[in-house]
């Protein structure tokens, strides 16, 4: 009996040992250390197909736009005297009514703008709706509307504030 004790002794130790040791983190090698730290590769550039169709629409609404800034321009070299000569007149005098009225109508020829403007930039969204890729030389149509309509703007501001004061 003696002999299996000690027999049976180093065999429940050695079972001891052999526990399941789960609690412990696993050496291999996490997500996070496989990752690479190499910059990522920049996708090539895709060619836009020339749209023969559209090339034409671009090039009538900047023409359409051009011409209508043109319009504005003189417009507004006509409007400056008359909205000077209306500034610091009380309200309802002669001078100041004609300044009033030529405000509207330099922006009766402002809307005129941007009606071609508007319709390059639905042309835009059309393109981005259906999925196609920007088209070059629409974005650089938009650009020139844009930059074109904004001085503009400030001018018609800037005349603007002449008759409130």
Not at 102 to 131: H, K, N, S, W
């Amino acid at each position: 009996m003696k002999r299996a004790c000690i027999v049976l002794i180093p065999a429940l130790l050695i079972g001891g040992c052999a526990a399941s040791r789960s609690g412990y983190p696993s050496l291999l090698p996490r997500a996070v250390e496989q990752q690479s730290l190499a910059p990522p590769k920049p996708e090539p550039t895709p060619v836009v197909t020339p749209d023969m169709s559209l090339d034409d629409k671009i090039a009538a609404l900047t023409k359409q736009f051009d011409s209508a800034t043109d319009a504005f321009d003189n417009a507004m070299a006509d409007a400056r005297p008359i909205i000077t000569a209306g500034q610091n007149v009380d309200q309802g005098s002669p001078a100041w009514l004609n300044a009033q009225q030529a405000l509207a109508t330099l922006d009766a020829y402002r809307a005129a703008m941007l009606e071609p403007f508007v319709a390059l930039e639905q042309l835009a969204i059309t393109r981005a709706q259906a999925g196609d890729q920007p088209y070059p030389k629409l974005d650089q149509a938009i650009a020139h509307a844009e930059a074109e309509d904004t001085s503009r703007t400030q001018e018609l501001d800037t005349l603007e504030n002449i008759t409130d004061s």
